[in-house]
């Protein structure tokens, strides 16, 4: 099983609708990410938690919330979806017990494609 | 510039090496990365190299850091089909959730 599970892995939706992408980690990690990637301009940071009380905006918030439900949850919510929202959105959680000493290493979700139509 | 930068594409052939640039953006930079993606997959730690290093081999990859220049290459020796795949180049401030990343290399290994 994987590590970090993202739902839906795939969704189609309409303009204006609202939609929910969910991420559970079994990794134990405190800190966790929402980024979205789109062809030719790499990974964005939408928002990140660096605990269940923490909760910050990153390079791109505009049009997305999200919460932290506990520490293994992170989910990732479009109020009214747009078409230019269309992307793939990763979830990725890392250490903040190795990135004090060592690479803070992120570990990513298989992604959940997501079209706005 | 602001922004992580990589060429969007590398072909080589099979056997060949394949040398993936970058330059990033912040000469505080404390750690560098090489994440690899396979298609409908997420992104994988490849390597890294710290700040203070020029060079970091790992069997067929070696990293090399300039940081006058702030360029960093990754060496894939023997390049092989099953490294077909993106490949981001990332910065990161040492402690800081400030990741920055390319937009991606596309490696294509042809046989």
């Known amino acids: 099983d994987a590590d970090v599970t993202q739902t839906p892995r795939n969704r189609i939706t309409k303009t204006g609708k609202r939609i929910m992408l969910e991420c559970s980690q079994t990794?134990?990690?405190?800190?966790m990410y929402w980024y979205r990637q789109d062809p030719g301009l790499g990974l964005r940071l939408i928002y990140y938690s660096f605990d269940v009380k923490d909760i910050n905006k990153g390079e791109i918030s505009d049009g997305y919330s999200v919460s932290r439900q506990a520490q293994a949850k992170f989910s990732l919510s479009l109020e009214s979806a747009i078409p230019n929202q269309t992307a793939l959105y990763f979830c990725a959680t890392s250490d903040s017990r190795v990135s004090g000493r060592g690479t803070g290493e992120l570990f990513f979700g298989e992604g959940s494609r997501l079209t706005v139509l | 510039g602001e922004d992580v930068e990589q060429s969007l594409f590398l072909s080589v052939r099979e056997g060949d090496s394949s040398v993936i640039n970058c330059t990033y953006t912040d000469s505080s930079s404390t750690y560098l990365y090489w994440y690899k993606q396979e298609p409908g997959a997420g992104l994988q730690l490849l390597t890294y190299i710290f700040s203070n290093m020029d060079m970091k081999q790992d069997q067929r990859l070696t990293v090399l850091l300039n940081k006058k220049d702030k360029h960093l290459s990754l060496r894939i020796a023997d390049t092989q089909t099953g490294d077909s795949a993106i490949y981001f180049c990332a910065e990161n401030v040492y402690n800081n959730n400030d990741m920055r990343f390319g937009a991606g290399t596309r490696l294509t290994v042809k046989p």
């Open positions: 990794k134990g990690h405190d800190r």
